[in-house]
């Protein structure tokens, strides 16, 4: 691949990332909503739910970028675990360190006696599985990572025919799960083929390929796919939840077909769009560059904006819900870029 291939590329999914770590922290803003299912309004929630659900693409868009900028190279394996992981495991550990510390604080504060010995072990224990809710990406990213240096060879040596074969039977455990199908299930272990690994292929495959439509008809397919699968989730999650008289997240879900047909329209979306403005430009690639740490810090930033009732109703959540995911992703941004300017900031910036 050429330098200017790579350039091209790189172009469209710095884009595609910003959206979808403002994504991220829309669904963080709108998620206490939803399961205050019949304690705030219909309207209330009603809107939580759309703007939920216009977000749901993006963690399987991340792992579907990670396919597009990872697998199409080569690696030694020492050195990719050595840069690789560096870049990803030590801020993790930083600021799981700094989450296991708020919540051994709320703990303590909320009456609990917890000895130093009984704090010690459930740091450790916060460190194993999670010390705050959002972090279980890393985890699961982290997974990926250790498999593709083995699949990234596998899929460049690989026909088109190979990694359609891949992909469909990827497509058919998402397919064969849904409630309605799950009875007529054969007793076939594909677990091989399940999972997050199917939009890391998927981003692969979709970047490398080329269609033969033209940009607009293509545009059209992308929109299309994005107004259905929306929908399906805005209308699925209603009426479940109506009918359980309760929130029901089915539709949520990142191995639903219905978020598969968002993903791939927003993915062959971005890849035919063009942003010229140098001004758009230079704000997404600064937020692209930032755009692992302010994952790692927005939780942390909602919870001092929550705790000075900045959150989706102070103000008509219509209007709350997009002001309040913009502010944290502005203090957010500000606060890795000033960490990262610290002497040694970067290894724990993110």
């Avoid at 991340?62 to 990719?80: A, H």
């Avoid at 140098?278 to 692209?288: G, R, T």
Wanted: one cysteine or more; glycine letters at 4%.
């Amino acid at each position: 691949m050429s330098e200017n291939q790579v350039g091209n590329k790189m172009s469209w999914t710095t884009n595609l990332r910003v959206v979808a770590t403002i994504s991220v922290i829309l669904v963080h803003v709108t998620a206490e909503i939803l399961y205050q299912y019949g304690y705030v309004s219909n309207f209330v929630w009603s809107t939580g739910n759309v703007y939920d659900s216009l977000a749901r693409f993006c963690v399987p868009v991340f792992v579907m970028l990670t396919g597009v900028l990872m697998l199409s190279r080569t690696y030694e394996l020492n050195e990719f675990l050595k840069k690789r992981f560096s870049r990803i495991v030590l801020p993790f550990l930083f600021w799981s360190f700094v989450y296991a510390m708020f919540a051994v604080n709320d703990n303590i504060a909320a009456g609990h006696e917890m000895s130093f010995f009984e704090i010690i072990e459930w740091v450790i224990h916060l460190l194993l599985n999670g010390s705050s809710y959002h972090l279980w990406y890393i985890y699961m990213i982290i997974g990926i990572y250790l498999f593709v240096p083995i699949i990234s060879k596998w899929i460049q040596n690989a026909t088109e025919k190979e990694i359609l074969y891949f992909i469909s039977i990827w497509i058919f455990t998402l397919f064969i799960n849904q409630p309605l199908l799950c009875r007529f299930r054969i007793n076939i272990d594909l677990t091989y083929f399940s999972g997050f690994i199917g939009y890391l292929v998927l981003g692969y495959y979709l970047s490398i390929k080329s269609f033969t439509y033209s940009k607009s008809i293509m545009n059209v397919i992308a929109l299309f796919l994005i107004l259905i699968g929306v929908s399906i989730t805005i209308f699925g999650t209603y009426f479940l939840s109506h009918d359980n008289n309760n929130f029901e997240g089915y539709f949520y879900d990142y191995d639903t077909l219905n978020v598969l047909m968002v993903c791939v329209g927003l993915f062959l979306f971005f890849k035919n769009l063009e942003i010229s403005n140098p001004i758009m430009l230079k704000i997404s690639n600064f937020i692209s560059k930032y755009s692992y740490g302010i994952y790692l810090v927005h939780i942390l930033i909602l919870r001092f904006m929550w705790a000075i009732k900045i959150d989706y109703d102070f103000i008509n959540p219509l209007f709350a819900i997009p002001l309040v995911t913009l502010i944290c992703l502005l203090i957010s941004t500000v606060v890795i870029y000033s960490i990262n300017k610290l002497p040694y900031g970067k290894y724990i910036s993110g």
